[in-house]
């Protein structure tokens, strides 16, 4: 497809043409010069500006225009050539699982600071290298213009950042201020409702989140709203965590919560692969506030819910906060230095030794099943003689008495913090 027919069907035109016209008459001039098609990308790797072309683009050339950013997929692969660490052109080969065709990428530059890439079609690889110097040198005239595109829209990206911390982090006063500096700025739609999600990287042991940590995570957020009307979504990055506001139709909304969920579980995954400092990442779902100044609710229980399945390998890395039943009462005395003063001393001992793991887990699906010897058999398929075998070996060895409810209730609740902080695993 033509680019004049891309722009038309997409609406793109006016976009191509208003958003950065410097911009836009330096790439077109650029394009026209080399007779190849050229694209401008701020330094996260979104959409600036794009030329015409007459042949029809490549799929990543086509998506970047229409979602006006690159694909996780294409990003993750891209990081393996470590574009922000160039200095000078780099050739980008062709690869074929993507539908990428080989290009030319000039990162430009003001001084040091990056300040985003332009990118060249070379299908045949028969640029030269008198077109390279070519476009390496008009990438300093880019850099001036891009520079003071950044500083605009860092300036407007800054205010929006500001705004969604004061919502979430801030007292109720500042809360309703700053919702009303999202609701009139037009990033946030005040008919809907408000669910936070927090999305939280799983590291390594001895890694700290750093720069490519967090870029993966603005990448994942920026993806998703993608994907999302407009005033819908707006996302922040913390030192550690992402964190996507998401407005429903409604506090019974499920059905688009579970969309957004799905869209950024996806992002999620195809950014953080070939992060080597990166295990694995949970999900925290809070539940829905009728108006956006009540979404800093919404939040806390999505960061104790990400909490929770960071701490639990066992439960499923999309943690709904309405769904953790004890689990939400237990996060609020979460301690890591537990001792007898809160655990039955009985548990204390029988942590420490690994034969005993068959006992607690027999013990734990008793109570979950409210000491129901039947159930309790069918779910470990178990014979009954060899569950109150294990029931009366753990009496013994524990010093317990289970037909005492108070005790009952202590080491059910044992158990479970005992989960929950990790010094009890259960084998799944």
Not at 8 to 29: H, K, N
Not at 33 to 45: F, G, I, N
Not at 327 to 343: I, P
């Amino acid at each position: 497809m033509a680019s004049s027919a891309l722009d038309d069907q997409f609406g793109c035109t006016a976009r191509r043409c208003s958003m950065y016209p410097e911009l836009q008459y330096l790439v077109d001039s650029l394009a026209t010069k080399l007779s190849c098609p050229a694209t401008v990308e701020d330094r996260r790797q979104r959409l600036v500006v794009y030329s015409r072309h007459s042949e029809p683009p490549d799929p990543v050339r086509h998506a970047s225009i229409l979602q006006r950013c690159v694909s996780a997929e294409v990003l993750a692969w891209l990081r393996q050539i470590e574009l922000a660490k160039a200095r000078h052109p780099v050739r980008i080969p062709r690869n074929v699982s993507l539908g990428m065709l080989p290009r030319v990428c000039v990162p430009i530059r003001r001084r040091a600071l990056l300040l985003g890439y332009l990118w060249l079609m070379d299908v045949d690889g028969s640029m030269n290298s008198e077109q390279i110097a070519l476009a390496e040198t008009a990438a300093q005239d880019f850099a001036l213009s891009l520079y003071r595109e950044v500083l605009a829209g860092e300036l407007a990206s800054n205010r929006e950042t500001e705004a969604i911390r004061n919502l979430l982090l801030c007292g109720s006063d500042i809360q309703s201020c700053a919702a009303r500096t999202l609701i009139d700025g037009g990033h946030f739609d005040p008919s809907r409702a408000a669910v936070v999600l927090v999305a939280r990287p799983m590291l390594t042991p001895d890694a700290e989140p750093d720069d490519q940590v967090r870029l993966a995570l603005e990448q994942a957020l920026v993806n998703t709203r993608h994907r999302l009307p407009a005033r819908q979504a707006v996302h922040l990055v913390s030192h550690s965590d992402g964190v996507l506001l998401l407005g429903t139709e409604g506090e019974a909304d499920e059905l688009a919560v579970d969309r957004c969920v799905s869209h950024l579980d996806n992002a999620l995954q195809s950014a953080m692969s070939g992060l080597e400092q990166v295990s694995s990442f949970v999900i925290g779902v809070g539940q829905p506030r009728s108006e956006l100044a009540q979404a800093r609710d919404s939040y806390l229980e999505a960061g104790q819910a990400a909490r929770i399945a960071a701490s639990m390998p066992d439960v499923s890395r999309i943690a709904r906060w309405s769904q953790f039943g004890i689990y939400r009462v237990l996060a609020q005395l979460f301690s890591q230095d537990l001792g007898e003063f809160v655990l039955h001393p009985g548990l204390e001992r029988l942590f420490t030794d690994p034969e005993a793991l068959p006992l607690l887990q027999t013990l734990e699906t008793y109570l979950d099943l409210s000491g129901n010897a039947l159930a309790t058999s069918e779910r470990l398929k178990l014979h009954r003689t060899s569950l109150y075998y294990r029931i009366q070996r753990f009496e013994h060895l524990a010093g317990a008495n289970l037909k005492d409810g108070n005790e009952r209730l202590c080491l059910h609740l044992g158990l479970k913090l005992a989960r929950f902080t990790g010094r009890y695993r259960p084998v799944c």
